[in-house]
């Protein structure tokens, strides 16, 4: 169950949606996760980018870490380790993870926290678990999400936002049975806190047992939706998802899906970049000279410094 929970009934609804004039999107294609170890050795479920779904532009990368108890001594993360060219968003659902980044930026993300963190110019970063999780072990949900910064916006300065539980905007759909959370954009004139170089909206949503929820969407953003848990439809045609499946929706403007069980979903998209891509491991800028430039500006201590003993390579870092 999400750390972040309300009584749907006093939140601001959605709009109810006319079910035969909408032009409801539609599902494109079906990608399931792939499982891949990362950091230290903990699994994470990636329905992108990969030889399924290699352009989900303007993200890079989705991640999904558990849901999974922890036993004492197993919780592990990702020390020290370069980025630039984009940002990292990572929200944690439940449990705690414990961040820091060579600007001084970072903190403790916990039960529905957000750290948004704009590599830009360039970063070093840990993600660890607490050591209280490591020492008792626990439960451990999250998601990190990389999303592309245009070129005008790959040399901008580090930046961190801490988005807290009680920051996140919460609204009910119009039948009262999903709860959503806003991380980011504007979803029918709500917006949330996240602010974002590349126009972009991100959500949780819960729903109950044959609840149906429909949001506008704008119609030159991209759209997708993730299952964290449970089982439900997309689309006028009703497409099955599962855990662990990513839908990918054609163009309209407005989403609507129906839950079969319990079901927790992301639903993601924006304004693509549509620019070129030069990516290696954890830099991502427009040109492979850049990318040289990155690991050289690595390897040479530009993105920053750390007090510990070591620091992953970038070589290290490939995914």
């Given at each position: 169950m999400p750390a972040v929970t309300a009584d749907t009934l006093t939140l601001p609804r959605l709009p109810r949606l006319p079910e035969a004039t909408?032009?409801?999107?539609?599902?494109?294609?079906?990608?399931?996760?792939?499982?891949?170890?990362?950091?230290?050795?903990?699994?994470?479920?990636?329905?992108?980018?990969?030889?399924?779904?290699?352009?989900?532009?303007?993200?890079?990368?989705?991640?999904?870490?558990?849901?999974?108890?922890?036993?004492?001594?197993?919780?592990?993360?990702?020390p020290w380790h370069p980025h630039r060219g984009f940002e990292t968003v990572t929200y944690m659902i439940d449990g705690v993870f414990e961040h820091r980044d060579s600007t001084g930026g970072g903190?403790?993300?916990?039960?529905?926290?957000?750290?948004?963190?704009?590599?830009?110019?360039g970063v070093l970063h840990s993600e660890l678990p607490s050591q209280e999780l490591v020492?008792?072990?626990?439960?451990?949900?999250g998601v990190q999400l990389w999303v592309n910064l245009p070129k005008a916006a790959k040399w901008t300065p580090p930046r961190y936002q801490d988005i807290t539980a009680a920051d996140t905007v919460l609204l009910s759909s119009d039948d009262g049975g999903a709860l959503?959370?806003?991380?980011?954009?504007?979803?029918?004139?709500?917006?949330?806190?996240?602010?974002?170089?590349?126009?972009?909206?991100?959500?949780?949503?819960?729903?109950?047992?044959h609840a149906h929820l429909t949001t506008p969407w704008p119609e030159d953003f991209t759209a997708m939706v993730y299952v964290l848990s449970g089982r439900g439809t997309v689309g006028p045609d009703r497409r099955p998802l599962d855990e662990g499946h990513l839908a990918v929706l054609d163009r309209g403007s407005a989403l609507t899906m129906r839950a079969d069980t319990t079901w927790d979903v992301l639903?993601?998209?924006?304004?693509?970049?549509?620019?070129?891509?030069?990516?290696?491991?954890?830099?991502?800028?427009?040109t492979r000279a850049e990318i040289l430039q990155a690991v050289e500006d690595?390897?040479?201590?530009?993105?920053?410094?750390t007090h510990v003993p070591h620091v992953t390579s970038a070589d290290e870092e490939l995914s």
């Open positions: 909408t032009a409801w999107r539609e599902v494109r294609r079906v990608v399931r996760a792939r499982r891949f170890l990362e950091g230290e050795g903990f699994q994470v479920r990636r329905p992108f980018p990969g030889v399924e779904l290699a352009d989900a532009d303007p993200f890079l990368l989705l991640d999904h870490m558990g849901a999974v108890e922890y036993g004492p001594g197993e919780a592990k993360g990702a903190g403790v993300i916990t039960n529905g926290g957000t750290q948004w963190m704009t590599a830009g110019s020492a008792k072990g626990g439960l451990f949900h959503v959370r806003v991380i980011a954009g504007d979803v029918a004139g709500h917006r949330g806190p996240g602010a974002t170089h590349t126009p972009i909206t991100y959500l949780h949503a819960t729903l109950s047992p639903v993601l998209g924006g304004l693509p970049l549509r620019e070129p891509v030069a990516r290696y491991g954890p830099f991502v800028m427009n690595f390897q040479a201590g530009r993105l920053g410094v």
